[in-house]
């Protein structure tokens, strides 16, 4: 069966961290291993605190994993919003990295890779990342445009190395089940202290959802919030198809809880829509995003 741990958390400490994966047993990372870390940094602004991983929770899974190992890489690749390195320069990542003495990597520059194809598209997925030991993956609880939500699985696309990612989407349920299989170990804490809902991943509105979510099985932690959000995972292609892959299960019988009960944290998040409701408020959003430079969890660690 497998574990997934609920903490309610207004602030991702590193003590809040330390005792959610203690109660999950998920953090087994050991002396020396090789651990390449992806967070959610999918955009350059970062209104409300709702579109990248909180630097907060950052900072206390590397502070965590310092303790543990010095083989660590903080990772992203380039989207079709601009270059890795843009976008963390823009929001003051690099200086915490730098602080905590760990390298970042832009993926889209490795020229050790694996080529892949799912269909029709090919796609690099590169070695750093398949010959960790372990990857841990930062996502946002937030919902998207097109694959209602995104969680661990989607932000694992980050992986991926090409820039054209939007052109793999006729693909995307198969590719997220092919770089989540290639990784040897994972490690997931999904960032729920502001969620996203509506029109995400950039044009939602903000959730103060103080949720943090973690567990070692990839399907099994999607599924969960799945459920905290008010979705029914099955009802979503991308997690059913990873989860008919073997990387965990969508019954929330067979998922042993720790920590918080769900119904502690639930919230019904208001689901991606183009309804004139709904277009009204994407549009004030997009709105902020564009005002918007530097929030105060990104300017306190940049």
């Known amino acids: 069966m497998d574990t997934v ?17 203690d109660i999950t047993e998920a953090g ?17 602004r970062n209104p409300n605190d709702m579109i990248v991983t909180d630097f907060r929770l950052i900072e206390a899974v590397l502070e965590w994993l310092k303790e543990r190992t010095n083989e660590i890489v903080v990772v992203e690749s ?11 320069a823009s929001l003051g990542l690099p200086a915490l990295l730098r602080r905590l003495n760990v390298p970042f990597r832009n993926l889209t520059l490795e020229r050790d890779f694996v080529t892949k194809n799912v269909g029709n598209v090919t796609f690099h997925f590169p070695k750093l990342v398949t010959e960790a030991d372990c990857v841990v993956n ?12 995104t969680l661990s699985l989607k932000n694992s696309f980050g992986l991926v190395m090409d820039r054209n990612k ?38 939602g509105e903000p959730v103060q959802a103080k ?8 399907v099994t932690v999607d599924a969960t919030c799945c459920h905290i959000m008010g979705f029914d995972p099955s009802q979503i292609n991308h997690i059913r198809t990873c989860s008919e892959g073997g990387l965990g ?23 991606p829509s183009f309804g004139p409701t709904s277009l009204a408020r994407t549009v004030r959003s997009a709105a902020r995003l564009y005002l918007t430079r530097r929030t105060s969890s990104q300017i306190m660690s940049g």
Request: proline fraction near 6%; charged fraction near 25%.
């Open 28 to 44: 087994s990372i050991r002396h020396g291993e090789s651990v390449i870390v992806k967070p959610n940094i999918c955009y350059d």
């Open 138 to 149: 930062l996502p946002k609880l937030k919902t998207s445009a097109g694959t209602t939500v």
């Open 78 to 88: 380039d989207n079709r919003s601009g270059s890795a390195e843009r976008r963390t």
């Open 249 to 271: 299960t969508l019954d929330l019988e067979e998922i042993r809880i720790v920590g918080e009960d769900i119904l502690a944290v639930a919230r019904r998040f208001i689901p």
């Open 211 to 218: 949720v943090i979510v973690a567990g070692s099985r990839p």
């Open 166 to 203: 939007p052109s793999m989407h006729k693909s995307l349920d198969r590719i997220l089940l092919e770089v989540n299989k290639a990784i040897r170990r994972h490690l997931v804490l999904v960032d729920g202290i502001v969620g996203m809902e509506g029109n995400g991943p950039l044009y």
């Open 5 to 21: 741990g609920i903490r309610k958390a207004s602030y991702p400490s590193k003590e809040a961290i330390d005792s959610l994966l």
